[in-house]
């Protein structure tokens, strides 16, 4: 099985989360695509952060849009920081037949060579990276240095090419936080169980 594992904070997931997943599940030929909550990201300030078990279950509300998408907890059991080494390993040996393509967006796959042992993952699994803004400032030339470094240093990428949906989680919490419509940008479901739960301050009116 060729499996996608598709990991972030997820606070909240987005359209852009969903419309990478399709091109990567589509250009990468993916039988099924992992999505991995973190519990503690490693690269980002936690401040904001939503807890673990409603990022879950907004990805699992948002994974109902496609059977091959899958929504996995491993992180969020184990605990402390979540390291992509870590989980790589563990899927590898519950795991052996599969094999694994990470996939990631442009500002992670930038960072990639500075995570906890990347030579690690680049054993265990097979890059996967698409932009997300526009090339205005050699932005694919930077991710093509990238991905040459990430081969000599024996591993396998791939830079996708993928319609640039400008949405970030950031954005979308500082909405809600204004009370502006987040309509189109995460589908209904997540924006139902955000009002419900009274997320990023955003509550049930009436
Ligand atoms: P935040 O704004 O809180 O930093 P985020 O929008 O970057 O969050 P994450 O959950 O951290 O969302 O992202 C998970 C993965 O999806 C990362 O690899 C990120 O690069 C990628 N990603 C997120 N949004 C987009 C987008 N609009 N286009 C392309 N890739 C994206």
Known sequence: MRTGIFGGTFNPVHCGHLHI??????????DQVLWIPTYQPP???????????HRLEMCRLAC??????????????????????????????LYPE????????????L?????????????????????RSQD?????????QQAEAIAAMGGTV????????????????????????VSGLIPPSVEQYITQ???YGKEEIG
């Open 21 to 30: 997943a399709q091109v990567f599940t589509r250009e990468m030929n993916l």
């Open 43 to 53: 690269h980002k300030e936690s401040r904001e952060l939503a807890g673990a078990e």
């Open 64 to 93: 109902k849009e496609d059977p091959r998408y899958k929504v996995c907890d491993l992180e969020i059991r184990r605990g402390g920081k979540s390291y992509t080494a870590d989980t790589l390993r563990e899927l590898s040996r």
């Open 98 to 109: 599969n094999r694994w393509v990470l996939l990631m967006g442009e500002d992670m796959f």
């Open 111 to 131: 960072t990639l060579l500075h995570w906890y042992h990347p030579e690690e993952i680049l054993a265990l699994a097979e890059i996967c990276a698409v932009p």
């Open 136 to 144: 205005d400032s050699g932005l694919l030339q930077r991710m093509q």
């Open 158 to 181: 791939r830079i996708c090419p993928a319609e640039y949906w400008p949405v970030s989680s950031t954005e979308i919490r500082e909405k809600l936080r204004q009370g502006k419509t």
């Open 197 to 199: 739960k009274g997320l």
